[in-house]
């Protein structure tokens, strides 16, 4: 029975220990890329998990629209305008990504991990198992 007690407390610690937030730009309608310190905002945790960002192109010059949005909704607009980023007027152009602040300027691309280093990197829900096999073996 105390092994079920700990082992339930620890999966309860554990999971709401994954409940991610991350932190986008928001802001409406701007006229220059708002991706500055005030335009950052926290999402709602497991809910909205990815950022949008909607460059609009207008008679009087770019437009951004940056916001929190969930995976599905964002996927689905950003789909769904696709025929629609030209880059020339009128054109609208919806990205989605899931990182903190990827909804802001672009960055610089950073040389891709190789295999081994990928391969090598314990997987988080497999070092919490591993963490309950060794509690409950010394519990037991």
């Given at each position: 029975?105390?092994?079920?007690?700990?082992?339930?407390?620890?999966?309860?610690?554990?999971?709401?220990?994954?409940?991610?937030?991350?932190?986008?730009?928001?802001?409406?309608?701007?006229?220059?890329?708002?991706?500055?310190?005030?335009?950052?905002v926290?999402?709602?945790?497991?809910?909205?998990?990815?950022?949008?960002?909607?460059?609009?192109?207008?008679d009087?010059?770019?437009?951004?629209?940056?916001s929190?949005?969930?995976?599905?909704?964002?996927?689905?607009?950003?789909?769904?305008?696709?025929?629609?980023?030209?880059?020339?007027?009128?054109?609208?152009?919806?990205?989605?990504?899931?990182?903190?602040?990827?909804?802001?300027?672009?960055?610089?691309?950073?040389?891709?991990?190789?295999?081994?280093?990928?391969?090598?990197?314990?997987?988080?829900?497999?070092?919490?198992?591993?963490?309950?096999?060794?509690?409950?073996?010394?519990?037991?």
């Open positions: 029975m105390r092994l079920f007690t700990v082992s339930t407390l620890l999966l309860f610690f554990c999971s709401s220990a994954l409940a991610l937030q991350i932190q986008c730009y928001q802001c409406e309608e701007m006229t220059h890329d708002c991706s500055t310190p005030e335009f950052i926290n999402c709602t945790v497991n809910v909205q998990d990815m950022c949008q960002k909607e460059v609009l192109v207008k009087d010059g770019i437009h951004y629209r940056k929190c949005a969930s995976s599905g909704a964002c996927l689905i607009a950003s789909s769904g305008y696709q025929q629609f980023c030209t880059g020339k007027l009128n054109s609208v152009c919806i990205t989605c990504c899931n990182t903190p602040l990827c909804n802001g300027p672009r960055q610089k691309k950073r040389p891709q991990p190789s295999a081994a280093v990928a391969l090598n990197t314990p997987q988080l829900p497999v070092f919490f198992l591993h963490i309950v096999l060794l509690l409950s073996s010394t519990l037991c």
